[in-house]
């Protein structure tokens, strides 16, 4: 019944902007953790962002200061705001939720970043 339903990605010049929103329909408890997660052709799936519970965040080195994860506890939404935006963050985005008993995935949704 728990769904996550990502936003649209895109196509994006390199040094643009996006920002990707999850928002979490259905009942969940006791949620320790939202993030993003992104895997890239040939490439293994990595944390991107993730935000705590009590809002500690924590960011991937190669996103650091170019990356922002935000939430809004009462919609169950998560977002992700991208800036100065590299080709090396071409990939398919993964919402995650991270519960007590459970992880939930969003669908995935692609980023190309390019010319």
């Known amino acids: 019944q728990v769904q996550l339903v990502e936003s649209e990605g895109g196509l994006v010049q390199p040094g643009g902007s996006l920002r990707l929103s999850c928002a979490a329909s259905?009942?969940?408890?006791?949620?320790?953790?939202m993030g993003w997660y992104r895997q890239a052709p040939g490439k293994e799936r990595e944390l991107v962002a993730a935000?705590?519970?009590?809002?500690?965040?924590n960011y991937a080195d190669s996103v650091k200061g170019r990356f922002t994860i935000s939430r809004d506890n009462a919609k169950n939404t998560v977002y992700l705001q991208m800036n100065s935006l590299k080709p090396e963050d071409t990939a398919v985005y993964y919402c995650?939720?991270?519960?007590?008993?459970?992880?939930?995935w969003g669908q995935g949704t692609q980023v190309t970043v390019s010319s």
């Open positions: 259905g009942i969940i408890f006791s949620i320790n953790a």
């Open positions: 995650n939720v991270r519960a007590s008993f459970f992880d939930y």
């Open positions: 935000i705590t519970s009590g809002g500690s965040t």
